[in-house]
């Protein structure tokens, strides 16, 4: 089994309760808005890492990432982007069984015509009254699940931004 830990719109804020979620992860794939090279080079402590740009990577390490990535693990193929309306393929047609996209911070996991659709939610800086979260991907063979693992948060945890460091602190 595969577990792949997926993560989205940390915009600079990465939680240690986020890098304690992923911990067990053999990947992990970042769907944008991440917030500077440090989210994923901390991210890269725990495992290989795939990311690709989100609209808020706007500086110039954020235009050095791709605005989608195809990688298959195991029997399965991953599509990955950040903004699911800037989808440009059919995703069945091209054999993709799992599409994975942020910017919304809604967590959701829905089944669409044979492809199984992730938003992680947000894991960065918390918005509205959506919940903190990152989802969890696991790969045997041919057959996937994911899950949407809410962070716990302290009482007073706000919308503040903190740099990542390596040791996650």
């Keep these: 089994m595969q577990r792949i830990g997926i993560i989205s719109d940390t915009h600079g804020l990465l939680r240690p309760q986020a890098l304690c979620a992923l911990a067990e992860c053999m990947q992990i794939l970042h769907a944008g808005d991440i917030g500077g090279a440090a989210i994923v080079d901390a991210l890269a402590a725990i495992a290989p890492v795939t990311a690709v740009r989100g609209n808020n990577d706007t500086d110039a390490w954020g235009f050095g990432l791709p605005a989608r990535a195809t990688l298959a693990i195991d029997d399965v193929r991953i599509h990955l982007l950040h903004d699911i309306a800037d989808l440009a393929i059919d995703p069945a047609a091209a054999g993709v069984r799992v599409l994975v996209s942020g910017h919304s ?53 706000g919308a503040r931004r903190a740099q990542a460091r390596p040791d996650g602190s």
């Excluded at 992730?118 to 903190?132: E, T």
């Design 105 to 157: 911070h809604q967590p959701a996991i829905v089944q669409r015509d044979g492809v199984l659709h992730i938003n992680p939610g947000s894991a960065g800086p918390r918005r509205f009254r959506l919940p903190v979260s990152v989802a969890m991907l696991e790969i045997r063979g041919a057959e996937v699940t994911a899950r949407i693992v809410e962070l716990k948060l302290p009482p007073n945890a």
